[in-house]
């Protein structure tokens, strides 16, 4: 039998090999076959894709909750202060700050005096012991906010200057002034612990933000308190009138008729009307004495007496308990603008010094003018002088007294505590200051 070889069989009957493993072909043709690694290759690209949009929308959200948080602060404040319902403005200030920036500490620093910025409002416990302190707006990153009306990112040197100040390792810093119709009342410090992230372009933009309201908020309470002392002083002016006009000259006529009526008696009876009249007298002088003070103590609310006074309330909170102060001889008259700094700045530091080391719960101060020499006195009942823990702090006061013709003394009074002595000659513009009887006691 012949085979017919040329006969090809079914394609169908022809066993066939099995296909080898492959990638198979897709849509659009062999030019989009993918081998694995092609297919691994395009998974993570998508997931990398995804990845960053996914970062993208955290971070917008991140930003979106930090503008939320900054908004939320400064409204809630504006509406607080302007409502009168903050007893200490500066802390609140401080406060609301820290808690939006979500900052381990606030510093509020005024810089209203020439020469010195004022540690007025503080959050968070590093912060603490700075209250009420004062310095030179030079070098300082407060300073330079003031000075220049720019916000800023601090770092170098002057972070690690200000971690010391603290004493604490400070990561990021942030310092923004306090703005407001081309004036620059202060400035605003927020910082963060080292272990915390660092702030970031948006805080100082938010930061800076809120500074301003808090500016334009205090202006309006400033023209607010203004406006109250022009009514007050209206209101004294009307008092004073009509105690001179109405009381005094009835109880003087009483105390005529009192007199008149002495001499028709027995003389035990004179002798008690006389007491009477002389009880109306005194009176009337203290009358007198009232009506001095309405009309002196309001249309001059930066005077010295003022300006101590209003230091005295700054510290209560930090003393627990208020100073008394006592005024002698004629401090009215004070002419010399940078003696009278030099007065407050000192009171500042003593009171700080007392508050900080002292530990006392009484302290007086005595401000006397006699013969041109001006006198601060500022004892306390503490645990004494010790060993001083910042020597800056004496050297400047030194350093005031001496460049008025002056001294500073440290001693400790027999009952204890500190007794710090500050004197400086008065520099009249014309004349020699006189000395005076009159004091006055408060506290």
């Known amino acids: 039998m012949t085979a017919r070889i040329n006969d090809p069989a079914p394609f169908s009957s022809i066993p066939q090999a099995p296909a080898a493993p492959g990638p198979h072909p897709t849509v659009?043709?062999?030019?989009?076959?993918?081998?694995?690694?092609?297919r691994m290759r395009a998974v993570l690209r998508a997931l990398t894709l995804t990845t960053g949009a996914a970062i993208a929308n955290a971070r917008r959200l991140a930003e979106s909750e930090q503008r939320r948080r900054w908004l939320a602060a400064s409204g809630e404040l504006t509406s607080v202060l302007l409502s009168g319902g903050a007893a200490r403005p500066a802390t609140m200030i401080a406060q609301h700050a820290a808690d939006a920036a979500d900052a381990d500490f606030a510093v509020l620093w005024d810089g209203h005096e020439a020469g010195q910025a004022i540690v007025t409002g503080v959050s968070g416990a590093l912060a603490a012991g700075l209250l009420n302190q004062t310095a030179p707006p030079t070098d300082s990153p407060a300073g330079q906010a003031i000075r220049t009306g720019q916000p800023s990112l601090v770092t170098g040197d002057r972070r690690e200057a200000a971690g010391?100040?603290?004493?604490?390792?400070?990561?990021?810093?942030?310092?923004?002034?306090?703005?407001?119709?081309?004036?620059?009342?202060?400035?605003?410090?927020?910082?963060?612990?080292?272990?915390?992230?660092?702030?970031?372009g948006i805080d100082l933009d938010m930061a800076?933000?809120?500074?301003?309201?808090?500016?334009?908020?205090?202006?309006?309470?400033?023209?607010?308190?203004?406006?109250?002392?022009?009514?007050?002083?209206?209101?004294?002016?009307?008092?004073a009138a009509e105690l001179h006009d109405h009381v005094i000259q009835e109880l003087f006529a009483l105390g005529m008729r009192f007199q008149g009526h002495a001499g028709r008696g027995d003389l035990v009876t004179a002798q008690q009307i006389n007491g009477y009249a002389g009880s109306l007298d005194e009176i009337i002088r203290k009358i007198r004495t009232s009506i001095f003070g309405l009309r002196r103590s309001q249309p001059?609310?930066?005077?010295?007496?003022?300006?101590?006074?209003?230091?005295?309330?700054?510290?209560t909170p930090q003393l627990g308990f208020s100073a008394?102060?006592?005024?002698?001889?004629?401090?009215?008259?004070?002419?010399?603008?940078?003696?009278?700094?030099?007065?407050?700045?000192?009171?500042?530091?003593?009171?700080?010094?007392?508050?900080?080391?002292?530990?006392?719960?009484?302290?007086?101060?005595?401000?006397?003018?006699?013969?041109?020499?001006?006198t601060l006195d500022v004892t306390d009942n503490g645990r004494g002088l010790g060993i001083p823990t910042r020597s800056s702090g004496l050297a400047n006061m030194r350093h005031r007294a001496e460049r008025n013709g002056g001294t500073l003394q440290l001693t400790t009074p027999r009952s204890g505590g500190t007794q710090l002595t500050w004197t400086g000659l008065q520099r009249w513009e014309s004349g020699r200051a006189r000395a005076s009887g009159g004091s006055v006691n408060l506290g």
């Open 300 to 315: 001059m609310p930066s005077g010295l007496h003022t300006q101590l006074l209003e230091i005295v309330d700054q510290h």
């Open 164 to 200: 010391v100040a603290l004493g604490a390792d400070i990561g990021s810093l942030i310092v923004v002034p306090l703005a407001a119709g081309g004036r620059i009342r202060g400035a605003l410090e927020l910082g963060r612990l080292a272990t915390g992230p660092e702030f970031t």
């Open 324 to 374: 008394a102060i006592r005024f002698a001889g004629p401090l009215e008259r004070t002419a010399d603008a940078a003696l009278t700094q030099d007065i407050l700045a000192v009171t500042r530091e003593a009171l700080s010094n007392c508050a900080r080391h002292a530990h006392a719960s009484t302290v007086s101060i005595s401000l006397a003018l006699e013969d041109g020499l001006i």
């Open 28 to 38: 659009g043709g062999p030019d989009f076959v993918l081998t694995g690694q092609g």
């Open 208 to 239: 800076a933000s809120f500074a301003s309201h808090a500016a334009v908020a205090l202006e309006l309470i400033e023209a607010r308190a203004d406006q109250i002392i022009l009514a007050r002083v209206e209101d004294h002016d009307r008092i």
